[in-house]
């Protein structure tokens, strides 16, 4: 069997296990299913990497945690292949200065993840593993009504199209005799991708929030025709406004598609439900608060067996849903992904004793009780100033003493001290760079934080 065929076969396969053999209903299911994978991965996968080469692990929890910056800093150690930086870096960098991400080292994709968190990581992916993402992936995406587009060869191939940063061959392994694929580079700006649009007519748009929501502006303003009907949001918080602006555009629903470099963690079901990518990874919850609402989460990718990602904390703030969803999935049903942990503002509680934890979704209900008159905004907390940078509808002097009144209420109602504010224009970044509408630059000095 060629390269080829072997490929679509092994795409073909995990397609079909993760969509109709791992579907649990059940939590002990599920449980006994991720046991049965921890084991041969602690005692057949890890001891191949040279890290946990002299270890003898029979449970997770006897493991260390680990994050970006360990993973950088041994990065040889944490992956089955011996590969270092120094051989692995030349590849990619080369793929986003050139903009060409086909090469490769051997078997194996090298990329680099967009450093919203402060420092950019470096994923390694083989091809059995490429072709095995792209059966999960749109096994756990793909819309029903899609389905025969990609079984029976009588009809047109899905078409996709897809915005983002960077290309890689992950993402092009999904291209295939039934599957219609084409990237956008968002570094390039969105006009120059209208013509292709335009001529591809996609079936799946996938991209951004804020790429979808230019998306839908230039459709609103007659420039682009397609008509999808499957919108997936990626790599940033989809917020209301965005799912408003996508549906009046497209008529479409957005979903999400929880994928970072340390893995596919999770997507939306047929019901509208985010759910956590549990039948793939075993997901340990690092709670935030004490009504266990909101949490990090640290996860293990037992489907990996190159690049090792073992009780690896990521910096995310999950909330999770407040019921079960009706899909019937065992698998961990989220509110929302709030955003990263950096994304959390902190305040001095009213008797000067403690900081508390204000979350973003609460600020960003808040903010949004002001309606179309705020059309862009960005708070940076350093110590107790709050840097608010706003794009207004009309008047932006008022909008800013609006603003002030609404954190004071806000404040006054969570019993803590408001900060100091000021204000500033909002001005837009570049397009391939993530939205980040809250972030803590430096917390207030001299009191705990209290979640």
């Not at 047109?156 to 694929?181: E, H, K, M, Q, W």
């Amino acid at each position: 069997m060629s390269n080829d065929r072997l490929g679509v076969a092994q795409s073909a396969l995990s397609f079909i296990n993760s969509r109709y053999r791992l579907r649990f209903t059940r939590r002990d299911q599920l449980e006994a299913w991720q046991a049965r994978q921890l084991k041969y991965f602690l005692q057949r996968v890890l001891p191949r990497a040279q890290r946990f080469k002299n270890l003898s692990v029979t449970r997770l929890s006897e493991l260390p945690l680990m994050d970006k910056n360990l993973l950088m800093e041994d990065f040889c150690g944490f992956n089955t292949r011996g590969l270092t930086l120094e051989q692995v870096l030349p590849i990619a960098h080369h793929a986003e200065t050139s903009r060409d991400f086909t090469p490769m080292l051997g078997d194996i994709t090298v990329g680099l993840s967009s450093g919203t968190s402060g420092n950019q990581g470096v994923f390694l992916v083989s091809s059995q593993e490429r072709r095995r993402w792209a059966g999960i992936l749109l096994a756990r995406t793909l819309p029903g009504h899609l389905l025969p587009r990609l079984f029976f060869p009588w009809q047109a191939p899905i078409r996709i199209a897809f915005f983002l940063r960077a290309n890689s061959r992950l993402y092009t392994t999904l291209a295939s005799r039934r599957v219609d694929f084409a990237f956008h580079d968002l570094t390039l700006g969105l006009d120059a991708s209208l013509a292709h649009l335009n001529a591809q007519s996609p079936d799946v748009l996938v991209a951004p929030a804020t790429v979808l929501r230019g998306l839908a502006g230039l459709a609103q303003a007659e420039r682009l025709s397609i008509r999808p009907s499957h919108v997936l949001s990626v790599a940033e918080v989809l917020e209301t406004t965005d799912i408003e602006a996508v549906h009046a555009a497209f008529n479409v629903q957005p979903r999400q598609i929880y994928q970072a470099s340390e893995g596919f963690l999770g997507y939306t079901c047929e019901k509208g439900t985010l759910h956590l990518n549990e039948s793939h990874l075993h997901i340990e919850p690092d709670w935030l608060d004490h009504e266990r609402t909101r949490f990090q989460p640290i996860i293990t990718d037992f489907s990996r067996h190159t690049q090792l990602i073992v009780r690896y904390r990521l910096n995310d703030v999950l909330r999770v849903a407040d019921t079960s969803c009706t899909c019937g999935r065992a698998e961990r049903a989220i509110a929302a992904i709030e955003g990263r942990a950096d994304d959390i503002l902190w305040l001095p509680d009213l008797a000067g004793r403690q900081l508390l934890a204000l979350y973003p979704d609460v600020l960003r209900r808040t903010l949004l009780m002001h309606g179309a008159t705020l059309r862009e905004y960005e708070i940076h907390q350093q110590g107790l100033c709050w840097q608010i940078n706003l794009q207004a509808a009309a008047d932006h002097h008022s909008l800013c003493l609006a603003l002030r009144d609404s954190i004071h209420a806000l404040c006054a109602l969570r019993s803590l001290q408001p900060p100091v504010l000021n204000f500033g224009h909002w001005h837009a970044r570049p397009l391939h760079a993530k939205r980040r509408r809250l972030q803590l630059l430096e917390l207030p000095e001299g009191l705990p934080c209290t979640y």
